[in-house]
């Protein structure tokens, strides 16, 4: 069964300040790995996806992870902070009904609340 | 082009009557997903169509729950008798088909928020 844990319900960094949100899973396939940003009120939308390949991701809005398989990891990071980072972040794995497939539903983490000082 | 949409935006019902949330998934995109976004429970997932196939309603949290999808395309998830603990914003995601490759990228309506009082 697949499961992911976010490491702190909220995050508070000052403007221009690297931002790191932690987030752990587990699977029993290969996983997908997937960050969601929810701005207040809004849907959500995707910033990075890992699926196979380079470990190391890049999103939108100045984001990237890296997939550690050895850590269970796929933290979230940015080099400096802005105001409109401000907002909830979601990690996720994909629950794959198969090994070759790569459908299946998101387990999401709890989500992290990020807050951005000016 | 046009995203997953979701209609109505907001509802409030009365505890005990039942409740239709709509979602119309991108054009083309043959899996449609239902998640609940609540306080306490955060993002589950409820119910997951495919195609033609068969519905994964592992999510459900009770038979009160329901959901259809008409001509592959709109979806709508029913709630009866509705319960306070029923209060949640409802999500719809769509995704492209398998064989596209891309079939794991989930594109988000806005969702329905519900309040049962």
């Known amino acids: 069964a697949q499961s992911v844990t976010q490491l702190g319900s909220h995050v508070s960094v000052s403007e221009g300040a690297l931002v790191l949100l932690r987030c752990n899973y587990s699977?029993?396939?290969?996983?997908?790995l997937f960050w969601y940003v929810q701005y207040p009120n809004q849907g959500l939308q995707l910033l990075l996806k890992?699926?196979?390949?380079?470990?190391l991701v890049k999103g939108i809005n100045g984001f990237e992870a890296e997939f550690k398989k050895s850590e269970t990891s796929f933290h979230l990071t940015k080099p400096s902070a802005h105001m409109s980072d401000a907002a909830e972040y979601f990690c996720?794995?994909?629950?794959?009904?198969?090994?070759?497939?790569?459908?299946?539903?998101?387990?999401f983490g709890k989500g992290t609340k990020l807050s951005v000082k000016p | 082009g046009a995203g997953v949409s979701q209609s109505p935006s907001n509802k409030v019902t009365e505890k005990g009557k039942d409740v239709e949330l709509r979602c119309d998934p991108i054009?083309?995109?043959?899996?449609l997903y239902w998640y609940r976004q609540s306080l306490g429970q955060g993002l589950e997932f409820l119910i997951y169509?495919?195609?033609?196939?068969?519905?994964?309603k592992s999510g459900l949290p009770s038979d009160r729950f329901s959901a259809e999808r008409t001509g592959g395309s709109v979806s709508t998830l029913t709630i009866q008798r509705t319960q306070q603990e029923d209060s949640a914003v409802y999500l719809c995601?769509?995704?492209?088909?398998?064989?596209?490759?891309?079939?794991?990228?989930?594109?988000f309506g806005p969702g329905t928020r519900l309040t049962v009082t």
């Open positions: 995601a769509s995704s492209l088909p398998e064989w596209t490759g891309a079939a794991y990228e989930q594109y």
């Open positions: 699977s029993s396939v290969p996983p997908y």
């Open positions: 890992y699926t196979t390949g380079a470990t």
């Open positions: 996720a794995v994909s629950d794959r009904r198969d090994y070759g497939g790569s459908q299946g539903n998101l387990i």
């Open positions: 054009s083309g995109h043959t899996a």
């Open positions: 169509f495919q195609g033609n196939s068969a519905p994964d």
